[in-house]
């Protein structure tokens, strides 16, 4: 298959389901493919792409507008008031877009050369992974780290594995845990959150981690704020609002695990409660649902199939594991707040792992009550 065909390919599946369909005596009859899950999954991530543009837009134009007011600067650029909609959106797309097209451009000529090389089509899914990874990058990520970060994921979490359904890493983790470990200043510094030359600030979630949650009034965030997504953090991940729409959107459908959603929370909200009964001043529960790519990471990325595990017992076991590590990580090591991503990556290592194990224990239990 020649390069031009695979690529006219790419977008036609991006955009349109594919002609070929199933018929005759099937073993399995059902309206759901691929390409449709790949459509619901978009679907679920409309609220935070919006939101994802919008308050990008609005930390920087919040940002000028208090310099503005301290005397740091003499006036403002154009399309730079906060309270407006449309200057929000517009700022906010200067961010998103161009990191959306670096992205979706460096995974079609990844996506393209090992379809050459095994002389198959490319399979949907190219849309989504692309707007996963976008959202979960800081606003101000060098464009050219973004394009290594996308190229590591989707090479290692899915090519070199056969491409799509044959992959059990999410490219689009990889790409994020790639970026975490290579660039950490660049994902973890606090000059990359709001794009305003010299503005350096904390991510809510560094702060209450280094300096308690009492400090997060003093900068004026708020749990309302932090559940609404009005606060400076990676893209799409700063509201559980959307990311709670999301979430109905996937479990309604089928898309999503329930239990591996339930897991993670009993896991977090356990231990946190648990270390917050010996230390008031622990974070409590309701912040950690908050702060982070918490909430995005265990609606978005934990509930990827080809990343979970696909037994009951396996999920559960896998979920509050990756729940009981998010708040380990994030309450004995300040110095890397942000470490949902690489426990994810670690629970998805491990969910083919746990689920072996959980399937011998069931044929072993098989094998005893037949003896």
């Avoid at 619901?40 to 990008?56: D, E, F, G, Q, V």
């Avoid at 050459?116 to 190219?126: D, N, P, Q, T, V």
Wanted: proline share 4%.
């Amino acid at each position: 298959m020649k390069l031009l065909d695979v690529l006219s390919e790419a977008v036609g599946k991006s955009l349109y389901s594919p002609a070929d369909v199933t018929t005759g005596s099937t073993h399995v009859r059902d309206s759901i493919n691929h390409k449709r899950v790949m459509s619901i999954i978009m679907l679920a991530l409309l609220p935070c792409i919006l939101m994802a543009i919008w308050n990008s837009g609005f930390q920087a134009n919040l940002t000028l507008n208090q310099m503005l007011a301290a005397g740091q600067i003499d006036a403002l650029p154009a399309l730079s008031d906060s309270t407006s909609l449309s200057a929000n959106m517009l700022k906010g797309l200067w961010n998103f877009l161009p990191m959306l097209i670096v992205v979706m451009l460096v995974q079609a000529v990844w996506v393209a050369i090992f379809a050459a090389m095994r002389k198959k089509s490319i399979g949907s899914g190219f849309l989504v992974t692309s707007v996963l990874i976008v959202l979960l990058m800081p606003p101000t990520a060098p464009l050219w780290q973004v394009a290594l970060a996308a190229s590591f994921g989707v090479v290692i979490g899915r090519e070199i594995f056969g491409g799509t359904g044959m992959n059990f890493l999410n490219p689009a983790l990889v790409a994020w845990v790639f970026m975490s470990l290579a660039y950490s200043s660049s994902i973890f510094g606090d000059a990359v959150w709001t794009d305003v030359d010299g503005y350096a600030g904390a991510t809510p979630l560094a702060m209450a981690l280094g300096d308690g949650v009492s400090s997060l009034a003093g900068q004026g965030v708020t749990w309302q704020s932090a559940f609404l997504g009005t606060i400076p953090g990676a893209m799409g991940e700063t509201s559980t609002l959307a990311c709670l729409f999301g979430a109905a959107v996937l479990l309604i459908t089928g898309i999503g695990s329930w239990r591996t959603i339930v897991s993670i929370l009993i896991g977090v909200v356990g231990l946190s409660s648990i270390l917050c009964i010996f230390n008031p001043e622990a974070m409590s529960p309701a912040w950690h649902l908050v702060l982070g790519g918490m909430a995005f990471g265990i609606v978005f990325l934990a509930t990827d199939h080809s990343a979970s595990a696909m037994t009951t017992k396996g999920q559960w076991i896998t979920g509050i594991l990756i729940g009981l590590l998010i708040v380990v990580v994030r309450i004995y090591n300040p110095t890397m707040p942000e470490s949902v991503g690489v426990i994810l990556l670690f629970g998805s290592v491990m969910a083919p792992l746990i689920d072996r194990l959980v399937v011998n224990a069931h044929i072993k239990k098989r094998k005893l009550r037949h003896v």
